[in-house]
């Protein structure tokens, strides 16, 4: 049986979107292990699964697939000029979740996928999930390098992409990798708004914001001035790096391949300004007041593709009133009476988060004695 040859699975990948594609031998992942086992032994996971769950399985493409030969590595951009900022109490989403990124990606590499099982090969797509480190993928693949920021860096075109990956047993040329490119730069630590990266690859998720939205129980107290207008995930890291902002003073953005669309298609919500109301995909900004007035059906409805602790939309409310609180608002009365309201709560997590709330907007009176 002889398999496609890799400029044709590679040349495959981006006629269907993809903006890279590279290939790498299906070889234990031994150094991400023992990188993953260290940290979570030292407690930098800070209670996240993902790929720290199981460390064995995650750096192991045979797990995915039994016999596999190599790996079809995809990357796909997803970073758009944001919209300018509506002048009313608004949460910010990180670009990577304005949209379903990962379900565009995950039919492009099926495509991939769909051209080795027809010539008689298994053929398994990953992304986004706890079955392999695809990062470390799309390393080996030579996609790109690891940034300081632990992200993937693609050589001219920046961070701004999702990765997925095809395991397969079909036996490929691997591509070559591509060296570190960071040099001195130390961007992405120094303007990291809590200080999680503690060294140059090494992410605390205890401090990471995009994690603490992410994270069950009470937003820690000491990271929620820092967590600003940020309703869901962090790109501070990201807007810094210099890659990344020559593309942005040249005016372009990280999307490059055909999945990215025409500027018609790229639909920022159907309010003004970017705030979705939950008839589109995407969204930039989202209204706080309108948010925390939502039901749990509601609000699951137009957000429950993020993740959120154990699928209680209390969190998503959680994280709303600390950008709330934030908002610097305090004399606007729809966000003084959205913060009163949850004094009242029923749930005393919302309430304590309102309480915090009420008294960074400078309302304190509001608080029950």
């Given at each position: ?48 699964a993902f790929t720290y769950r199981n460390p064995d399985r995650s750096t192991d493409p045979g797990r995915v697939v039994d016999g596999a030969r190599s790996l079809v590595v995809g990357a796909l ?259 003084v009476a959205t913060v009163v309201r949850y004094l009242a709560d029923a749930d005393p997590m919302l309430v304590r988060h309102a309480v915090w709330a009420a008294r960074r907007l400078g309302v304190?009176?509001?608080v029950p004695a």
């Amino acid at each position: 049986m002889s398999p496609p040859d890799s400029t044709e699975v590679i040349s495959a990948g981006v006629a269907a979107g993809l903006d890279a594609v590279g290939v790498a031998r299906a070889e234990r992942f031994g150094s991400v292990r023992a990188e993953l086992v260290r940290h979570r032994d030292q407690g930098l996971h800070g209670g996240m699964a993902f790929t720290y769950r199981n460390p064995d399985r995650s750096t192991d493409p045979g797990r995915v697939v039994d016999g596999a030969r190599s790996l079809v590595v995809g990357a796909l951009g997803y970073r758009r000029p944001t919209p300018v900022r509506p002048d009313r109490a608004v949460g910010r989403v990180a670009a990577y979740a304005r949209r379903d990124h990962y379900g565009a990606l995950r039919q492009a590499l099926g495509q991939v996928a769909a051209m080795l099982v027809a010539a008689g090969y298994e053929a398994v797509v990953v992304a986004d999930d706890n079955a392999l480190v695809d990062r470390e993928a799309a390393r080996r693949a030579g996609l790109g390098w690891y940034g300081k920021n632990s992200n993937i860096l693609l050589p001219g075109r920046g961070s701004w992409f999702v990765l997925g990956t095809v395991v397969t047993t079909a036996e490929l040329v691997p591509s070559d990798p591509v060296p570190d490119q960071c040099g001195p730069c130390r961007r992405c630590l120094e303007s990291c708004p809590t200080g999680a990266i503690i060294a140059p690859g090494v992410v605390d998720a205890r401090r990471c914001l995009a994690w603490l939205v992410q994270a069950g129980g009470d937003f820690p107290l000491e990271y929620r001035e820092a967590l600003g207008n940020r309703i869901y995930g962090c790109d501070d890291c990201q807007e810094v790096c210099p890659p990344n902002r020559l593309l942005e003073d040249a005016g372009e953005d990280a999307s490059v391949g055909t999945a990215s669309g025409s500027e018609e298609d790229m639909a920022w919500g159907s309010v003004a300004g970017g705030v979705s109301s939950g008839s589109e995909e995407e969204m930039a900004w989202v209204d706080l007041v309108e948010l925390l007035g939502l039901d749990d059906d509601r609000l699951m409805d137009r957000y429950g593709r993020w993740y959120i602790p154990r699928r209680e939309p209390r969190y998503v409310r959680r994280n709303a009133l600390v950008a709330l609180g934030n908002s610097g608002r305090g004399d606007d009365p729809e966000v003084v009476a959205t913060v009163v309201r949850y004094l009242a709560d029923a749930d005393p997590m919302l309430v304590r988060h309102a309480v915090w709330a009420a008294r960074r907007l400078g309302v304190d009176a509001a608080v029950p004695a």
